[in-house]
């Protein structure tokens, strides 16, 4: 995942580490001698900076920097330093599916991160350059979800809803899901929630019959509502500790199919609602997440197809729309293609050395 | 599927509209409102760049022609440059032919297949669909579930695991003129499923091999629309779901790297929810330059001159008069909606209560009307207590419905009232354009 992007971001870096070190004031000249003798004494460092400001005063920018660079022993960025390469990682973003909007937002942050920050000598200019856009990155990633003790957390049956579009791979999901859940050590039941495309129901149950639990299902074109509340009944009855429930996929601009999700959730209640998009999505997946959001509600979302598109920049975008973590990534058919998702090992693997 | 990419295109001209001088620096913002809305509809970040490339290029070095100002050259340009990035027009022929679907999971290939079986179905032609999923459980009781709604012939068998000898076995017992045939989602990684695919064309011998593609395909719809280019030789693309928010810029992308062009566009969950796809009319309605090419063609097969005046209703003379003739001319030529849609009027929004008037309602209407006076029809606001007493019960009508018509007229001539305020720069341009187009 994430693997062009990688490759972009450490070009960026790169420039961007070039580009202030050259920008830097006379760094050749000064560092040897500056830093030994601003340690030694006070006054030696009191005379130092009073001279330049003296010579250059119609030039405070210049005496700021001097000023700093002696007695912080720092350096300060210059939005001048950075723009270019900020083009070309804008560039990158876009490439690799990160939203519009999103790219502009997490840009304008490096930027204001970057630009006037101070950068102490001791410090290498790759930390700075790394720790602003890794600072970016999870600001928008936020922390993961780890399901595992969530359902230790909560009464069971844990309830878990899935919803989306039409097409993001919602029930191959949940296979993969209970799957993962079963090898945990915990019971699952299925609810067959797709009751409108055909085929759907007979999808579930197949997945169900392969990974051994039951599934409860009615008729095509019946209640989605009422399958669900059946499976949570069952699941009280038998003592299963986790409900999966599976839902038609649904335009977020069809007001009476919103409704409909709106009554699953207002009936059944659910501990937990998995949003599923597809990594393939492009701009979309911003304004589709933030319509359900903005209807239904989520908690986690799940991004499919990653091996569609390794890039993964849908991630990043749905869960800035939204402000909620990522629980699982789908990387392909099989059904332990799944992968519980960590934020900060994403973010340090997409800075580190390409 | 107009309003999605258009209103962000048009703004982007507007602006222009409203520029004194044309010159390098109106140039330059044009592009750069373009590329925002390209960019934003997820066409190719590439593609992006070579387009406004070309279109700076265009317009900065390019004398415009003789009686055109150089803001109708740059709108040309654009227009010229958006038609090309859509790609060619795609023929469907309705004759014997073997169609191969081809996809990504979840891109909507079955319900597609469902769909392009109605339309050649109620083209008159015998239609077959073969159900070469052997993957997703519920596959083939989707196909044959679909295929029983429209009354179209399925050839399947769930229990078999090879997707070729379903092919093979499907083609020597159907008869059909058309076969479809539906294929398991895959994607350019997945290298045994290419070679699956390649050898399903290989079988099929297929006339056609449609990439069917969703409309939030992102940046990745080039890269996948090249691998499949590679195995089958793509000849067109079906863009699928256009009815969500999706502004089906990653599709064009694939276009252009099949070198194909759209045949088909999806919007919506029923069997009848597929538009047959012309790149002209598109793109003139994105920009809302109106599709006067194909307005012309449908007024020429449907219409009198004198039975609509246009004109005159821009022109806000709009009498009753006026709305019978747009009535009996909407009886022929289909929802005013759509109609006005065809018209240049610069992306204009229109009330859609003032569109959504049923053609029950408006017989009801056409009656009433036919039992007021000349003085009534041309000055409407005559009409008293008394008057429409009279209306009433002259066309058997309650009195609710004769003042729901004048409730109707005074929203209808509010409506292009608007039209001809506010816009009229645009217009005009748009008029202007149009002519040349």
């Known amino acids: 995942m994430f693997?062009?992007?990688?490759?972009?971001?450490?070009?960026?870096?790169?420039?961007?580490?070039?580009?202030?070190?050259?920008?830097?004031?006379?760094?050749?000249?000064?560092p040897e001698e500056v830093p030994a003798e601003s340690g030694s004494s006070p006054e030696v460092l009191a005379e130092k900076t009073q001279e330049p400001s003296l010579e250059k005063k119609t030039s405070p920018k210049f005496t700021d920097k001097v000023v700093s660079f002696v007695r912080d022993r720092e350096f300060i960025i210059s939005e001048k330093d950075v723009s270019g390469i900020l083009d070309e990682l804008e560039m990158g973003l876009l490439e690799s599916d990160v939203a519009f909007s999103v790219t502009e937002a997490i840009l304008s942050r490096i930027k204001s991160d970057l630009t006037g920050s101070k950068r102490k000598i001791g410090k290498s200019v790759d930390s700075v350059v790394r720790d602003a856009l890794s600072e970016a990155l999870l600001g928008v990633l936020g922390e993961g979800v780890d399901i595992c003790s969530f359902i230790r957390e909560h009464e069971r049956p844990v309830k878990?809803?899935?919803?989306?579009?039409?097409?993001?791979?919602?029930?191959?999901?949940?296979?993969?899901?209970?799957?993962?859940?079963?090898?945990?050590?915990?019971?699952?039941?299925?609810?067959?929630?797709?009751?409108?495309?055909?085929?759907?129901i007979e999808q579930i149950d197949v997945h169900g019959g392969r990974l051994g639990v039951k599934v409860i299902q009615h008729q095509e074109g019946s209640d989605p509502?009422?399958?669900?509340?059946?499976?949570?009944?069952?699941?009280?009855?038998?003592?299963?500790?986790?409900?999966?429930?599976?839902?038609?996929?649904?335009?977020?601009?069809?007001?009476?199919?919103?409704?409909?999700?709106?009554?699953?959730?207002?009936?059944?209640?659910?501990?937990?609602?998995?949003?599923?998009?597809?990594a393939v999505a492009g701009n979309d997946a911003v304004?589709?997440?933030?319509?359900?959001?903005?209807?239904?509600?989520?908690?986690?979302?799940?991004?499919?197809?990653?091996?569609?598109?390794?890039?993964?920049?849908?991630?990043?975008?749905?869960?800035?729309?939204?402000?909620?973590?990522?629980?699982?990534?789908?990387?392909?058919?099989?059904?332990?293609?799944?992968?519980?998702?960590?934020?900060?090992?994403?973010?340090?693997?997409?800075l580190g050395d390409a | 599927m107009l309003d999605n990419l258009g209103s962000n295109l048009k703004d982007a001209l507007r602006k222009l509209a409203g520029k004194t001088v044309i010159d390098k620096a109106a140039v330059e913002e044009l592009i750069k409102d373009l590329q925002r809305a390209l960019l934003q509809a997820d066409v190719n970040v590439k593609q992006v760049m070579q387009l406004s490339q070309t279109i700076r290029k265009r317009a900065l070095d390019e004398q415009p022609p003789k009686g055109v100002t150089a803001r109708e050259h740059v709108?040309?340009?654009?227009?010229?440059?958006?038609?090309?990035?859509?790609?060619?027009?795609?023929?469907?022929?309705?004759?014997?032919?073997?169609?191969?679907?081809?996809?990504?999971?979840?891109?909507?290939?079955?319900?597609?297949?469902?769909?392009?079986?109605?339309?050649?179905?109620?083209?008159?032609?015998?239609v077959a669909v073969i159900c070469a999923d052997t993957f997703r459980p519920g596959a083939y009781t989707q196909v044959k579930t679909l295929c029983d709604k429209v009354n179209v012939p399925c050839f399947g068998d769930p229990s078999e695991q090879d997707a070729r000898k379903i092919v093979r076995d499907g083609l020597a017992r159907i008869k059909e003129e058309v076969i479809i045939v539906d294929t398991q989602g895959r994607h350019a990684l997945e290298d045994d499923l290419i070679t699956e695919i390649i050898d399903l064309n290989?079988?099929?011998?297929?006339?056609?091999?449609?990439?069917?593609?969703?409309?939030?395909?992102?940046?990745?719809?080039?890269?996948?629309?090249?691998?499949?280019?590679?195995?089958?030789?793509i000849d067109g693309v079906i863009i699928t779901k256009m009815d969500g928010t999706a502004k089906g810029g990653g599709a064009m992308s694939a276009v252009a790297e099949t070198e194909s062009g759209i045949v088909f566009i999806g919007q919506g969950e029923t069997v009848e929810d597929l538009e047959w796809f012309d790149p002209n009319s598109y793109i003139?309605?994105?920009?809302?330059?109106?599709?006067?090419?194909?307005?012309?063609?449908?007024?020429?097969?449907?219409i009198d001159e004198q039975d609509i005046d246009v004109n005159a209703m821009l022109s806000g003379r709009f009498t009753l008069r006026d709305m019978y003739r747009q009535l009996e001319a909407v009886n022929k030529m289909g929802p005013l909606k759509q109609v006005l849609s065809m018209l240049p009027l610069g992306g204009m929004e229109l009330p859609a209560e003032a569109l959504d008037v049923t053609a029950q309602k408006m017989s009801k209407y056409r009656v009433i009307m036919d039992s007021m006076t000349s003085v009534e029809l041309d000055d409407p606001t005559v009409l008293n207590g008394?008057?429409?007493?009279?209306?009433?019960?002259?066309?058997?009508?309650?009195?609710?419905?004769?003042?729901?018509?004048?409730?109707?007229?005074?929203?209808?001539?509010?409506?292009?009232?608007?039209?001809?305020?506010?816009?009229?720069?645009?217009?005009?341009?748009?008029?202007?354009?149009?002519?040349m187009g």
């Open chain 1, 3 to 30: 693997k062009a992007l990688k490759e972009k971001l450490f070009s960026a870096r790169k420039k961007l580490e070039h580009s202030i070190e050259e920008t830097t004031p006379e760094p050749a000249r000064t």
């Open chain 1, 160 to 200: 878990v809803l899935f919803t989306g579009v039409n097409g993001t791979g919602k029930t191959t999901s949940i296979a993969k899901v209970t799957r993962y859940l079963q090898n945990n050590g915990f019971s699952v039941v299925l609810g067959a929630g797709d009751t409108f495309r055909a085929g759907a």
């Open chain 1, 225 to 278: 509502t009422a399958v669900l509340f059946d499976t949570v009944e069952y699941a009280r009855a038998h003592k299963i500790d986790v409900v999966l429930g599976d839902t038609a996929g649904r335009f977020h601009n069809r007001a009476n199919l919103m409704n409909q999700l709106e009554k699953i959730r207002r009936i059944i209640k659910p501990d937990l609602i998995v949003y599923v998009d597809e």
């Open chain 1, 287 to 350: 304004i589709r997440a933030e319509e359900f959001q903005k209807s239904v509600g989520m908690d986690a979302i799940m991004l499919t197809k990653v091996d569609m598109d390794p890039k993964g920049g849908a991630a990043i975008s749905v869960a800035y729309a939204v402000g909620k973590p990522l629980i699982f990534i789908g990387t392909g058919q099989g059904y332990d293609d799944i992968m519980a998702f960590n934020p900060r090992d994403v973010v340090n693997d997409l």
């Open chain 2, 75 to 126: 709108l040309r340009i654009v227009y010229e440059e958006l038609v090309a990035l859509v790609g060619k027009k795609v023929e469907v022929t309705l004759g014997k032919q073997v169609i191969l679907m081809a996809g990504l999971q979840g891109s909507g290939k079955t319900t597609t297949t469902a769909k392009l079986a109605r339309f050649f179905k109620k083209k008159g032609m015998r």
């Open chain 2, 202 to 233: 290989e079988i099929t011998n297929a006339d056609h091999r449609w990439l069917v593609l969703d409309a939030a395909l992102g940046q990745q719809a080039r890269e996948q629309a090249r691998r499949f280019h590679e195995a089958v030789n």
């Open chain 2, 284 to 302: 003139s309605r994105l920009l809302g330059m109106g599709d006067l090419k194909a307005l012309a063609e449908r007024v020429q097969e449907s």
């Open chain 2, 386 to 435: 008394s008057r429409i007493q009279r209306i009433a019960r002259g066309a058997g009508a309650q009195l609710e419905e004769v003042r729901e018509l004048i409730k109707y007229y005074k929203m209808m001539k509010r409506t292009f009232k608007g039209l001809k305020g506010g816009e009229k720069g645009m217009q005009r341009l748009m008029k202007k354009f149009g002519k």
